[in-house]
């Protein structure tokens, strides 16, 4: 499995940004993601996932070596990918439990049926293992949750999904050290050769948590460096103003721009 973003030139409203991106993602790989903000990372997560604010410019997203250019949003959530919101939206009137089984069900063939038994055995273990309470399934979708329960329950739909690639966009945001933790366990647990996570993220406190193979430092909508550790420990003393320097990089001043609602995952 392998997900190829090549070259990929993004602009919203006339305004670029992301320049000639580059980046490969296989299987069982992490990669996290880091820069200042404006730089372009949740662009890049919501592009891949087909964002109907954004044009692409130029280059490709391919998954498993086929573009997916032309791919709905719903229709590259059941190739597998997905992306934890950095955002997530409130949904009034559907319950958690019957936006999971709906969201499982279109991925299904049209020979097969749900297990309604497992299903529910399923989604009661992952809301026990992310601390959400028993009554999760008949709340509706994120009305009324804290902060840190809405990125809790990005991660639940990821665990009953079970994506190729995970886009995993700042869930390290509103949660205390407690909470992160949990969520840092929960993701660790799912790594295998099936799953590929890329991290966008601005502190090195959630990848104590989980831990990349590799780490990428973004901007001006572009992967300026490529490391390991050593790359999250300097950002964490030093900031990003050394990367600037040692590479001669001026940021590009970006107008702020509107996106509105965020796309569904399913």
Not at 83 to 99: H, I, K, R, S, W
Not at 117 to 133: H, N
Not at 153 to 178: C, R, T, W, Y
């Amino acid at each position: 499995m392998i997900l190829d973003i090549k070259d990929l030139s993004v602009s919203i409203d006339g305004n670029m940004i992301l320049n000639s991106l580059n980046l490969t993602v296989k299987g069982g790989e992490v990669h996290a993601i880091m820069g200042p903000n404006g730089t372009g990372k949740s662009t890049l997560a919501q592009v891949c996932m087909g964002h109907p604010s954004y044009k692409v410019e130029s280059g490709d997203i391919l998954l498993d070596g086929e573009s997916i250019l032309d791919k709905t949003v719903d229709e590259r959530s059941r190739i597998g990918l997905f992306l934890a919101m950095q955002n997530p939206v409130e949904v009034p009137g559907v319950t958690n439990f019957d936006f999971v089984k709906a969201a499982i069900q279109t991925r299904m063939a049209k020979d097969e049926h749900l297990r309604i038994g497992k299903f529910i055995l399923k989604f009661e273990a992952a809301s026990e293992e992310l601390r959400m309470g028993k009554g999760l399934a008949h709340r509706f979708l994120n009305q009324g949750f804290s902060g840190g329960e809405k990125k809790r329950n990005e991660i639940l739909q990821m665990k009953m999904l079970n994506p190729k690639f995970a886009f995993l966009d700042e869930i390290d945001s509103g949660l205390d050290v407690d909470a992160l933790k949990l969520v840092g366990d929960n993701v660790t647990k799912m790594k295998s050769p099936d799953l590929g996570l890329i991290l966008i993220t601005h502190y090195q406190r959630l990848l104590d948590y989980i831990v990349p193979d590799f780490v990428h430092i973004m901007l001006n909508g572009q992967i300026v460096k490529t490391g390991k550790n050593e790359l999250i420990n300097r950002i964490d003393k030093e900031g990003y103003e050394w990367v600037k320097k040692e590479l001669g990089i001026v940021e590009e001043e970006k107008r702020p721009v509107s996106l509105g609602v965020c796309p569904s995952k399913h």
